[in-house]
């Protein structure tokens, strides 16, 4: 008898969760985490990314964005570095070193997660309004040579 019961209760449990997540009106929101919303690979690279769009936004919210660089073949002088725009209702944004990476760096501090080499992930997170690209783009600073790989990922939080 206590285990039937038990399994009422715990499927009576279950269907009202279901009802509340599933019913607009009962003002619960179902979070299931992040989605991924757009992801860039970009191996053995020796020249710089103009302006490309990441991803645009079909609903104002939200957004993380992961972003690691690393130098695959190092080289002497210069640098590269990886920015980001978008628009938020205050208008236009940009970060101008979402990483960098010196041509020169070698193990174990040839990557860069957020503008300084060998330096923790900070992911930034954005607010973006709908219908307004989100670009990145990857700039050769001075002198550059040797080749990187850039990788970034971004997701919906809202």
């Known amino acids: 008898m ?13 269907l009202a ?4 997540t599933n019913n607009p009106t009962s003002g619960f929101k179902y979070f299931g985490g992040p989605r991924i919303v757009a992801k860039v690979k970009l191996t053995n690279r020796t020249a710089s990314v103009p302006d490309s769009i ?20 190092p080289a002497s002088g210069g640098a ?21 990476i010196y041509n020169s760096a070698v193990p174990p501090t040839d990557y860069s997660t957020d503008g300084r080499e060998g330096t923790p992930n900070l992911n930034p997170t954005i607010w ?3 219908g307004a690209p989100v670009t990145y783009s990857v700039t050769g600073i001075g002198t550059v040579g040797g080749a990187y790989e850039m990788f970034m990922v971004a997701e919906q939080l809202e």
Do not use: C, H
């Not at 206590?2 to 279950?14: I, M, R, S």
């Not at 969760?17 to 509340?20: H, K, N, V």
């Not at 990441?54 to 073949?73: D, E, K």
């Open 2 to 14: 206590n285990k039937t019961l038990a399994v009422a209760v715990l499927l009576l449990g279950v």
């Open 17 to 20: 969760i279901s009802f509340a």
């Open 54 to 73: 990441l991803f645009t936004p079909t609903q104002s919210g939200l957004y993380r964005i992961s972003v690691y660089m690393s130098m695959t073949a």
């Open 80 to 100: 590269w570095q990886t920015s980001l725009s978008w628009t938020d209702d205050a208008g236009a944004e940009q970060l101008g070193a979402i990483a960098g």
């Open 128 to 130: 973006a309004v709908a």
